[in-house]
């Protein structure tokens, strides 16, 4: 089994950054494919970034390329959003996820291959 506790979430305005971190404990951390996802109010959750197990290979949903950056530290069993020039649309609860699969990249953003969820963490965007 699989623990996974975010943090790092708050509330910033539009433009500023932040940085949410997803602490792993129960396996090794480096035998699971990382993901990020988010969930507004009264919408579905979805896709926001993934990294592989290496690190080596990562993937972005459209909304939020260029703007925001994952990464894993496998010494530390943690990975992080890097989220930059936040706007008021990326308001959201933001959960972490792992599956301890080989993903392919077009599976990345599928919800339903992830195994394990952390109790996810808000970030508020203000105008």
């Known amino acids: 089994q699989v623990q996974l506790v975010e943090s790092g979430g708050g509330l910033v305005q539009a433009g500023g950054s932040l940085r949410l971190s997803c602490l792993a404990s129960g396996r090794t951390f480096g035998t699971l494919t990382m993901g990020w996802f988010r969930q507004a109010p009264g919408k579905e959750r979805e896709f926001v970034a993934a990294i592989n197990r290496s690190g080596s290979s990562t993937r972005y949903a459209d909304s939020v390329k260029g703007r925001f950056t994952i990464s894993r530290d496998n010494a530390k069993n943690t990975d992080y959003l890097q989220m930059n020039s936040l706007k008021p649309e990326d308001t959201a609860v933001y959960y972490c996820?792992?599956?301890?699969?080989?993903?392919?990249?077009?599976?990345?953003?599928?919800?339903?291959?992830?195994?394990?969820w952390g109790q996810g963490t808000q970030v508020t965007v203000s105008s």
């Open positions: 996820a792992a599956v301890s699969l080989i993903l392919s990249t077009t599976s990345y953003g599928d919800k339903s291959k992830y195994d394990y």
